[in-house]
């Protein structure tokens, strides 16, 4: 959110989980009201018009919801040709063997790790769907160390759900999970 005053940016901040006026209090305090507008949106009912943004940006999220096949085709014709789409979400450095995790996160892992994949899987969707070009789709360099740091503040403020995450990334130490990117510019 503080880049859209760095960048003389409008943004529009969809979220499922939080609630407009908790989004809305914070950025009243860091002075950014007029640059960002906070909404509460489902992922596949979003309420925007075919091509209004220039870039789409999804952090720690898409992973839960850009597994369907068709959801790339739906989330883009938001782009204007050219515009952006931009994903960081928690993964695997390569797809797992087998139908169980690794013995060392057996005991943390949750079925909704099971939405985590590898960069080379996101990108094949992208480029077999056709309506962009694919830019970029890697793992962050040691995207896990700063994913443990967050997450550590996270369960440090009270969250409480962010303890299951940070019994696993501190038993995995970034041997088999990472931080994946993917960016795509629509055709």
Known sequence: MHRAKGFGVRVTAADHWIKPAENWAR?????LADAVMPMHAEAH????????FDAIVSVDAYHYFGTDDLYLAYVTRLLRPGGRLGIVVPDLEA??????PPEHLRAHWDRDFNTFHSPA????????GGGVEVEAADAVPDG???????????????????R??????KADRGRTLCVARAVARAK
Do not use: H, M, T
């Open 27 to 31: 950025l009243q305090a860091a002075s």
């Open 45 to 52: 009912a979003l309420p925007f018009a075919d091509g209004c």
């Open 95 to 100: 797809e797992l063997e087998g139908s169980a």
């Open 121 to 128: 899987w996101r990108r094949r969707p992208w480029e077999r």
């Open 144 to 162: 896990w160390e700063d994913s443990l740091r967050w997450i550590e503040a996270c369960v440090a403020d009270g969250v409480v759900r962010a």
């Open 164 to 169: 299951g995450d940070l019994d696993l990334l």
